[in-house]
């Protein structure tokens, strides 16, 4: 008689794990398997459970119920020392390095090479190197963590867990701060670890990243196992389908409408990041204007300038028909514009204060006259912002540090949105957000639109920008490389002007 065959046992199991938080049960009774050398993502929507499952596999958090085994024994992971000794490496949602250490000393740190007694320096830096040339990173390991830009502090963050010989790695949204090209080294790791037997679990929001890397899918909703996609079954409709419940059709609903008059009228503005290029253009009541472009192309740079983070050094700007070059934001804010910063976990939040106090906080600026923080006021702009962009929180009091990353990051928008502006600027305004979310935050830019505000808005994601824009402009270092009215959309032509393929006097014609 034929036995069926056995499935071969997991290199990682986790059964039953459930973890509550105060007012939160964060996950109920979640189990997931993980095989050598296979890369597994874990996906779901904001606040699904997915970065606590990973901190309690690595040992930052104890589970209240269930048990991990790892090769079939039960095991205790207590800490991330522990999780270390069993080759269990997370990397961190929010970075986790010393800024003013050099990259050899962050790689290194805690366990540094010894001899006779001493730090074996020249070691550290040999090692580091070999680490940094695996992730594709080539850089003196001497440079500042601090000084390098977020994506190359990822991928040193990277080389540091692949560092301690893991044999399981875990990758919280490693992708979400990394550029095209970043991404790409990323994906060649990953494919490189499994190669060697090395298993990775891989979680993000990027669909398109999950379908061309994981061999299997689990998925969370509300701190629950939704479903499991193998290999063949892994398709964007498919993940859609069990993460949220339902189908999303209809992910963009822009319908074109007459604009207004002209509300930001930029002439032959220059910014600091590039101060030999002259950029003009016009963001119309009601109009959605994109901002397409690479990596280092000066999209934050033009958005900051128009928003007076860093002033302009040449040229005209006029708001709603005023001259106006706004040296500071509180000038920008008083004209009626408000910007959503690309980087929100540096410049969006207070983490130590309460959902209500940073839902609140702009637009409170307002009302100070008086002296009095209005508690009224400030309850119902955290319940709208709550409410409209579904934040999932146990209350208003909730400290923000407890929120899942992308919960944050929809208070960081939703502050600005109560500000009513009349011109909204955004940078990459759903990075780190789940579908669900992101489609909210579609569904509002169109009603702002259609309530006369101007948005003008810089993504990197190809989709985002052809399902949103009525226009777009695009950016090629630091220049006005083109722009594409709604008929003339599409990706190629958006990327011939991006890489610089396409000149501006060529489309003039
Ligand atoms: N230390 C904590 N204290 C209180 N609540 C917490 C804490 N950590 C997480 N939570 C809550 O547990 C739930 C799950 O959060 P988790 O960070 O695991 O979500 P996630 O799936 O990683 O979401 P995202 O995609 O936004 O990163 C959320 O409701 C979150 O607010
Ligand atoms: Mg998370």
Redesign the pocket.
């Given at each position: 008689m034929l036995m069926a065959e056995a499935a071969p046992q997991p290199l990682l199991e986790a059964r039953l794990l459930s973890?509550q938080?105060?007012?939160?049960r964060?996950?109920r009774g979640v189990s997931l398997t993980l095989q050598r050398g296979e890369v597994l993502a874990v996906i779901?929507?904001?606040?699904?459970?997915?970065?606590?499952?990973m901190?309690i596999l690595a040992g930052v958090?104890l589970p209240d119920a269930g048990e991990i085994l790892v090769e079939g024994q039960p095991v205790r992971i207590a800490t991330v020392r522990a999780a270390q000794q069993l080759g269990i490496a997370l990397i961190h949602?929010e970075l986790n390095l010393a800024d003013n250490l050099d990259i050899g000393a962050n790689i290194f740190l805690g366990r540094e090479p010894r001899r006779c007694g001493f730090v074996d320096n020249a070691r550290i830096h040999a090692e580091a190197r070999t680490h940094l040339q695996r992730v594709g990173l080539d850089l003196p390991t001497e440079t500042i963590v601090g000084t390098l830009p977020i994506g190359r502090q990822q991928l040193v963050e990277i080389a540091k867990a692949l560092s301690s010989q893991a044999r399981v790695l875990i990758m919280?949204?490693p992708s979400s701060s990394l550029s095209q090209h970043e991404t790409e080294t990323l994906f060649r790791v990953v494919r490189d670890l499994r190669a060697q037997g090395i298993s990775v679990i891989y979680?993000s929001?990027r669909l398109g990243e999950v379908t061309a890397l994981a061999d299997r899918v689990v998925v969370?909703r509300d701190?629950e196992n939704a479903g499991e996609l193998a290999r063949e079954a892994i398709t964007h409709a498919a993940m859609v389908r069990l993460m949220v419940g339902r189908d999303l059709s209809q992910f963009y609903q822009r319908q074109p409408r007459p604009h207004g008059e002209p509300v930001l009228e930029v002439d032959r503005l220059r910014t600091p990041a590039h101060p030999r290029r002259e950029i003009s253009f016009q963001v119309c009541a009601g109009e959605i204007v994109g901002i397409a472009g690479l990596v280092g192309a000066g999209r934050t740079e033009l958005l900051q300038t128009v928003f007076g983070v860093t002033p302009a050094v040449g040229g005209e700007m006029r708001v709603r028909g005023q001259t106006l070059r706004p040296r500071s934001p509180q000038a920008a804010i008083a004209a009626g514009m408000a910007l959503a910063p690309e980087d929100r976990k540096q410049h969006g939040l207070i983490l130590a204060m309460s959902v209500r106090e940073n839902a609140s906080l702009p637009s409170l600026r307002r009302d100070q006259r008086s002296g009095f923080l209005n508690r009224e006021a400030e309850q119902t702009v955290a319940r709208n912002t709550v409410e409209q962009l579904g934040v999932?929180?146990?209350g208003l009091e909730?400290t923000v540090?407890?929120?899942?990353?992308?919960?944050?990051q929809k208070i960081v928008l939703g502050k600005w949105l109560a500000l009513k502006p009349r011109l909204l600027l955004l940078d990459e305004p759903t990075r780190?957000i789940?579908i669900g979310a992101k489609r909210e935050i579609y569904r509002l830019m169109d009603q702002l639109a259609s309530e006369g505000v101007a948005v003008l808005f810089a993504s990197s994601e190809m989709e985002e920008v052809l399902g949103m824009a009525d226009r777009v402009l695009v950016m090629h270092e630091g220049r006005l490389a083109g722009e594409l009215a709604r008929d003339q959309l599409n990706e190629e032509a958006v990327m011939s002007l991006a890489t610089g393929a396409t000149a501006r006097t060529e489309l003039a014609k």
């Open positions: 973890k938080f105060p007012g939160v964060a996950l779901g929507e904001n606040g699904a459970g997915k970065s606590t499952l901190k958090q949602q919280d949204e979680i929001h969370l701190g999932k929180t146990p909730q540090q407890h929120l899942s990353g992308g919960n944050q780190g789940d």
